[in-house]
């Protein structure tokens, strides 16, 4: 089977002979580089007996890894309609391993494709990559694994802790439901066209246990608020919360006067569970 997936044509004649050219509306940047697709591969590994998730597979680099890399099912889900041809050529020698889906990941459930247990392993696209994240941490408990790719940046808050730099919303969400950790960077000249900005991939390994129980959403609204006045003391940044910040302080039992950055994980998922109690499940919506 791998004999049959190094056979195809490179992937800059697939794009060629496909006019695939990179749509910046998309958030398209093509990764072409073999080894890299290969290492991202061997990163998810294992992959027999999972069902793959891939986002955004485009002219399929990184699907090709997938396959030769031994993946039984994997499911691509692409929005571009122009994709869709190119990723059939490789569908014609998957022996019935590989799915295309056209379809927004926005818009798909992905705890009901295929069966558990399930993986994610993406390249996804800059302008969607927070919020996909952020969905798919709802649906934590049908996933045993995410691989993913975004800007540097991205990666570094994702995999941020308490008193770092880059520690922030998106490290509290992430970290709260997934064990974290930054793999390795990726530099731009390996995409086609090269963005602007280095890009990251991370691991998500969901807890079987949530050690710091909350309600996600109200989770959300407290980091939102938190974090989005940063510079200022507690008391003054949860105003935007439809609970008295005292009130929620106190009963979180957090010192008004600290901020966002200074606050765990679990005093965050405290914050949460005390915007529930006072202002009732609807609070979060």
Known sequence: MSNAIDALPPLRDV?????????????????????????????????KSFTIIEIGPGPGGLTRALLSEG?????????????IA???ELQDVSDGRLEIWEADARE??????????RKIIANLPYNVGTPLLI??????????SMTLMFQREVADRIAAQPGD????????????RCQTR????????AFTPPPNVESAVVSLTPHTSIPYP????????????????????????????????????????????????TLGISEFASLARALVSLTGPDAAP
């Not at 798909?108 to 247990?117: C, M, Y």
């Not at 006045?229 to 105003?239: A, D, E, T, V």
Request: positive net charge.
């Open 214 to 261: 909350a309600d996600q959403q109200a989770l959300e609204r407290v980091t939102a608020a938190a974090f989005g006045q940063r510079r200022k003391m507690l008391r003054g940044s949860l105003k935007s919360l439809p609970a008295d910040p005292a009130a929620l302080l106190a009963a979180a039992e957090i010192d008004p006067t600290r901020r966002a950055e």
């Open 15 to 47: 794009i060629a002979a496909h006019e695939l050219g990179a749509r910046k509306a998309l958030g398209q940047h093509f990764l072409l580089d073999l080894n890299l697709t290969s290492r991202i591969a061997r990163a998810a590994a294992p992959l």
């Open 86 to 88: 190119a990723l059939a």
């Open 135 to 144: 969905r798919w941490l709802t649906q934590a408990s049908s996933l045993a």
């Open 182 to 189: 930054k793999l390795f960077n990726v530099p731009a000249r």
């Open 165 to 176: 730099a880059a520690y922030g919303r998106l490290s509290v969400l992430a970290n709260w």
């Open 108 to 117: 798909v459930d992905i705890s009901a494709l295929g069966d558990q247990p």
């Open 71 to 83: 993946a039984e099912r994997v499911i691509a889900i692409e929005r571009d309609p122009r994709c």
